[in-house]
């Protein structure tokens, strides 16, 4: 069975970091490009990083760049997003997701995405 599971979650204050892991299963994650995706209460699902099968070409929304780092250990099968100076816009359930199409088609957008995980909560409050 296909499944990509999310963890690491968790409220930490403005500027804190966190790690959030997504562990796949039931398939080879080597042959899959993975992206991170959020969304917030009342708000639109978007993508906020991406990173192909090899790891060697990465995508960031404009506002996590610099602050947020994908990578992925295909042998552990596992992928990371590092998130530091966490905002108060940064709040949401995020999920992890799979594509068979090159990052530089899908441009990290939602559509191109399938079987998604549950999701892990991010709060980020003072």
């Known amino acids: 069975q296909v499944r990509l599971v999310e963890s690491g979650g968790d409220l930490v204050q403005p500027g804190g970091s966190l790690r959030l892991s997504c562990v796949a299963s039931g398939f080879g994650l080597e042959y899959w490009n993975i992206g991170w995706f959020r969304q917030a209460p009342g708000k639109e699902l978007e993508g906020v990083s991406c990173i192909s099968k090899n790891g060697e070409s990465t995508y960031y929304a404009d506002s996590v760049k610099g602050r947020f780092t994908i990578s992925r250990d295909n042998a552990k099968k596992l992928v990371y997003l590092q998130m530091n100076d966490l905002k108060l816009e940064d709040p949401a359930n995020y999920y992890c997701?799979?594509?068979?199409?090159?990052?530089?088609?899908?441009?990290?957008?939602?559509?191109?995405?399938?079987?998604w995980g549950q999701g892990t909560q991010v709060t980020v409050s003072p």
């Open positions: 997701a799979r594509s068979f199409i090159e990052l530089a088609r899908s441009s990290c957008n939602p559509p191109h995405f399938g079987s």
